[in-house]
């Protein structure tokens, strides 16, 4: 589990796969680490370059007690890419993700050869809760907001089945850091990229999942209505799909990987 030095500042990052497989970085959801991939990443590795890391305010990556913007993050995943003697890859973004992913397609497409956005958004909602959610884990840390993130982001059917692994991420979302958590809360809040989407042209598939309440289907399909030629395939399950749908997840970015 090394830890990359990019520009003075800490990235916690992984890498499987062969090395001269063409690379496919995959980026979590707010709250999460890079152990959201687990159950993924081993799958995808047999035929790709994986590089897994925690955003900037997760895990261990750099947590600065600051306002981020998109472009912050998205600015990460580039410098990442430039330290690995990486010039362009896939890209794999789910939740926060996939809106670093849209921000990389509008602002970076030359160092994207392919996109998935899964469970995502391209406007993640009215200011006003973000500031109030901002407000509440200035005050009162991430641990009281876990179990209310954990209940919109999986089904009762998984949350039944597979305790110890919702445990995890959980634990996941209870040990960000505060300062991490309200940075890319305000990345989050101040994100709108609806009137740019007509622009990306890179090859895009967007993933949606019925039972999804955080970022509901509907979301996902304004994304691929409005990129052209983007492909748009529904998974079953929650929002954090690749953890709750694994082989489903990992065969739908396989289809469109090639």
């Known amino acids: 589990m090394p830890l990359i030095d990019l520009s003075g500042e800490r990235f916690h990052v992984e890498l499987a796969g062969p090395q001269d497989a063409p690379p496919l970085v995959l980026a979590h959801s707010l709250g999460c680490t890079l152990g959201m991939w687990d159950e993924v990443a081993p799958l995808l590795a047999q035929s790709r370059r994986v590089i897994r890391y925690d955003a900037r305010g997760h895990g261990e990556s750099v947590a600065p007690d600051q306002v ?3 472009g912050d993050l998205g600015r990460d995943v580039l410098a990442l890419m430039d330290q690995l003697g990486i010039a362009h890859a896939d890209f794999c973004g789910l939740s926060l993700g996939g809106m670093v992913g849209q ?3 509008l602002n970076a497409p030359q160092r994207l050869t392919r996109l998935v956005l899964a469970n995502t958004t391209a406007h993640a909602g009215p200011a006003r809760f973000w500031d ?3 407000k509440a884990v200035r005050r009162d840390g991430v641990e009281p ?3 209310s993130m954990i209940d919109s982001w999986f089904t009762p059917d998984f949350r039944a089945r597979a305790p110890e692994r919702v445990a995890s991420v959980r634990a996941m979302v209870a040990g960000t850091q505060p300062a991490g958590y309200m940075g890319t809360s305000c990345a989050m809040r101040d994100m709108d990229f609806r009137a740019g989407l007509d622009r990306i042209r890179t090859q895009t598939l967007v993933l949606v999942s019925d039972a999804d309440r955080s970022t509901p289907p509907a979301w996902g ?3 691929a209505a409005a990129i052209p030629g983007a492909r748009l395939e529904r998974l079953p399950g929650g929002h954090l799909s690749a953890v709750e749908q694994p082989e489903a997840f990992v065969a739908a ?3 469109f990987l090639g």
């Open 68 to 70: 981020y913007a998109m």
């Open 103 to 105: 921000w990389l397609a």
């Open 132 to 134: 109030q959610r901002i």
């Open 145 to 147: 907001i876990a179990d």
């Open 221 to 223: 399909e304004a994304i």
């Open 253 to 255: 970015v396989a289809r």
